[in-house]
């Protein structure tokens, strides 16, 4: 089977095969209308002071497009709620105004590129220059120069709208993989014009797991150019296993909006790390089979594996348990009793070594690994090992998500597996 029909395989393991980078909040808007000039201020608390004719306070709070009037807005900053895009920038600017604020909650520095003096707030800011405007008679507005903030600590934290698992198609396969860079992205864009407002750049700010996906397929890409034989799995293993779930403080990972430590349904294995990626030291490789036996696992027919990859298959009975495909996370879902997980991971380094498993337990579980220690000879040489998880007694019964991983160490790659559960 082709390399390409692998991972066409591996893109039915469930949802989002790789990365991740959705808050909302319902209140009413604010536009405040504040003129440069003469210092005036138009306000109007909890609805828009510059609507349209025709136009609600709540729509014209969203700055779209022929919802503001002109008249009331022109030579003055408008601040708009919870826009998403540069558009609204656009059509604020050429209503007239010099200057936009964009109030949108939670936001926690999610940018994007606007046409105009602009700045962004959140809800903190939001309600001091409320408060701002409803106690000063003549208040003023001055929007500076924008500066790089460098050595952000803690860095990487999660971003709110980052998708989440659990991977409600297939729960034993853990989702997210991995996560990667996705917030205030700055890039290249397509010489090509928005649609809304036919202006042309040849940069963009975006944020979002689409945002993720390229970084995550470069550094694939780096891995291919450096390993030519390796597959997709192979190169999936590599950034996945050596991925860190500390910040550049030395604590955990935190997700926003509150600081919360994240868990491997928010980062997946964790953050992507490049260089490390390039020498995991063990990979948990996939064959063909591999994938038609946990498809045919999930329910998938010999027929439809047929008319999928062109060849006649067989599914083998019983069939295999999902969370055995020898994938580089360790999940189970719906557990009630023992599971015994077996994997295989193939050696990828120099000389003799010994690998040796350290297991962070997981909440209410026991987990035990055999063999201990792993010992390599030779490059390319594989060797498998059961992973019993055993419920403690006093469990609760009660639906309960528990996280703990599996670190192979021979003290000089540490080769890390989550480890996700369900317990029921």
């Not at 980078?21 to 440069?36: C, G, N, R």
């Not at 698992?165 to 928005?194: E, F, Y």
């Not at 059961?386 to 080769?415: C, Q, Y």
Request: aromatic content about 8%; glycine content about 8%.
């Amino acid at each position: 089977m082709t390399e390409a029909s692998i991972l066409q395989l591996m893109l039915l393991l469930g949802s989002s095969p790789w990365q991740q980078a959705q808050w909302t909040e319902s209140s009413t808007p604010t536009v405040l209308v504040k003129s440069i000039e003469d210092e005036g201020v138009l306000w109007c608390n909890k609805c828009s002071a510059a609507a349209a004719p025709g136009v609600s306070s709540k729509d014209a709070s969203l700055c779209q497009n022929s919802t503001l009037d002109p008249t009331l807005i022109k030579g003055k900053i408008v601040v708009c709620y919870n826009v998403d895009g540069s558009s609204e920038s656009f059509f604020v600017k050429q209503a007239g105004a010099v200057g936009i604020i964009v109030v949108r909650p939670l936001a926690q520095g999610i940018d994007f590129g606007l046409q105009i003096p602009s700045t962004l707030i959140e809800r903190k800011e939001a309600e001091e220059l409320k408060a701002y405007l409803e106690n000063e008679r003549n208040p003023i507005a001055k929007i500076s120069s924008t500066m790089t903030g460098l050595n952000t600590k803690p860095a990487p934290t999660m971003a709110t709208f980052s998708s989440m698992g659990p991977n409600i198609i297939t729960p034993d396969i853990i989702k997210p993989d991995i996560t990667a860079p996705g917030v205030n992205i700055l890039a290249a864009w397509p010489a090509s014009a928005l649609v809304e407002t036919k202006e042309h750049f040849n940069y963009n700010i975006i944020s979002g797991t689409s945002m993720s996906c390229p970084h995550v397929s470069g550094i694939a890409g780096i891995i291919k150019s450096y390993h030519p034989s390796w597959n997709p799995s192979t190169i999936k293993s590599a950034m996945m296993t050596t991925a860190t779930v500390l910040d550049n403080t030395g604590g955990p990972i935190l997700k926003d909006p509150n600081g919360t430590p994240a868990t491997p349904f928010d980062y997946g294995s964790g953050h992507v790390n490049p260089i490390a990626a390039l020498d995991p030291g063990l990979v948990y490789d996939l064959e063909p089979e591999d994938l038609i036996d946990y498809l045919c696992g999930i329910g998938a027919t010999p027929d439809q594996l047929k008319s999928f990859l062109g060849v006649s298959v067989t599914c083998k009975y019983p069939p295999t348990p999902a969370y055995n495909l020898n994938y580089p996370s360790i999940g189970v879902n719906n557990m009630l009793k023992r599971v015994s997980v077996l994997r295989t991971v193939t050696y990828y380094g120099k000389g003799p070594t010994v690998y040796i498993a350290n297991v962070e337990q997981p909440k209410g579980v026991k987990v035990v690994v055999t063999p201990r220690k792993l010992k390599f000879g030779n490059y390319g040489e594989k060797i498998s090992f059961k992973v019993d998880i055993m419920p403690r007694k006093n469990h609760s019964g009660n639906i309960e998500f528990v996280s703990g991983a599996l670190t192979w160490d021979n003290g000089i790659h540490r080769v890390r597996s989550p480890i996700m559960l369900t317990l029921i």
